[in-house]
């Protein structure tokens, strides 16, 4: 299965369709919120089912708050992340996962990708229309889970 994790696009397509060219196909789609309205483009544009959540920054929009599923034999919490502090530290998000019964959350709002290991994974994919890392290219994820489900993930950069 491979999946696209990707965050913060703020209604700017450009690079999130570039991506879907150089990629896809693919079989899943996560994004973690800010899209601004550009959901029903993100969904058409993915060819595939989509988990999307509000960002601070979707007024108005019908989109949840946060999503809980499962993904391989791993249960995966999306949320936006602003309201859990992550431009601080992931302490926070890492218990919130831990008390939703979550092994994996995945998030954005700060702009910059991460992914780290332990008894809760944490993956931001970063941002494709407003970079906040230090090389400020437009990042995103893709993540391939194999029939043992193994999950091989990588921070790819425009």
Known sequence: ??????????R????????VEKEGPFDFLIHC?????????IHEAAGCPCEIVMGNNDFFSDL???????LGGRTVWVTHGHNYYVSLNTAMLKEEA??????VVMFGHTHRPLMEDGSVMCVNPG??????????????????????DHWNMEIKYL
Do not use: W
Not at 12 to 19: F, G, I, S
Not at 33 to 41: I, K, S, W
């Open 12 to 19: 700017r397509h450009d690079n999130y369709l570039k991506v």
């Open 33 to 41: 919120g800010d899209t601004e309205g550009g959901e029903y483009l």
């Open 64 to 70: 949840p708050r946060e999503r809980i599923f499962h």
């Open 127 to 148: 941002s494709l229309s407003y970079p906040r890392q230090a090389n400020h290219k437009p990042s995103y994820i893709v993540l391939e889970i194999d029939e043992n």
């Open 1 to 10: 299965m491979r999946v696209l994790i990707c965050s913060d696009t703020h």
């Open 98 to 103: 831990r008390t939703k019964g979550a092994n």
